[in-house]
């Protein structure tokens, strides 16, 4: 069973800091995706990154797929308060009928 | 411009007896997904439906049940309702199997057994 360890689980920052989320596994993963979710509502597909060593920019997040596909990482430039949330990668293998969930980073940026 | 819509939103229910949750798409996606969450355990998946009357279980399929008579509707029933599962059930919906593809989660619905 693949299995994705986020950390930290959880993380309280003040506006305006920057900070990394990671997202690991011993499993090669053909692509990784990142959500996120606010309270009351359903996750929201941030990106999905397929190519090993792939940075994408979505104005001040940066993620970044590992070289060898095992893990990922997600990077806030200047943390607003409405970066508040909480985090989830997910992945699976090519072919999968279905993506494996880590167990999520809750973020919350203080004014 | 939902795509996908989930009833109820709220449901509380007594131990013993059966529930079930509704999941309808517009998007005509051919896979949808039921999942759990629960703190500290992230999202969880219970059953999955590749197709109408195609569906296959996921790791936390032990109590549940799931139908898909058409394309836009699948269903989660609780045969017997456990305080085990009052948790936060979210529906999801993937244009195809590849982890390539984005899910699209609805909004979820609130369950809790007594």
């Known amino acids: 069973t693949q299995l994705l360890e986020q950390s930290p689980q959880f993380l309280s920052i003040q506006e305006g800091e920057n900070l990394t989320v990671y997202c690991n596994s011993s499993s090669v993963f053909s692509s990784l995706q990142w959500y996120r979710q606010e309270p009351g509502e359903g996750p929201v597909l941030l990106v999905t990154v397929v190519t090993g060593g792939e940075v994408k920019k979505l104005k001040r997040l940066t993620f970044q797929f590992g070289d060898a596909r095992k893990d990922s990482s997600l990077h806030i430039t200047a943390a607003q308060t409405g970066d508040t949330g909480l985090y989830l990668c997910a992945g699976g293998d090519q072919g999968a009928q279905k993506l494996v969930f880590g167990q999520g980073t809750r973020l919350t940026i203080n004014p | 411009d939902a795509g996908i819509t989930q009833s109820p939103r709220h449901k509380v229910t007594e131990t013993g007896t059966p529930v079930t949750l509704r999941c309808h798409q517009t998007e005509n996606h051919r896979y949808m997904y039921w999942y759990r969450q629960d703190p500290g355990h992230g999202l969880r998946l219970i059953h999955y439906?590749?197709?109408?009357?195609?569906?296959d279980k996921g790791e936390v399929s032990d109590g549940y049940s799931v139908s898909r008579s058409k394309t836009e509707d699948f269903l989660l029933t609780l045969e017997s309702a456990t305080s085990s599962q009052t948790s936060v059930y979210f529906c999801?919906?993937?244009?195809?199997?590849?982890?390539?593809?984005?899910?699209?989660f609805g909004s979820g619905t609130r369950l809790t057994v007594v």
């Open positions: 999801a919906i993937s244009e195809g199997p590849f982890s390539n593809y984005g899910y699209t």
């Open positions: 439906s590749y197709g109408v009357k195609d569906t």
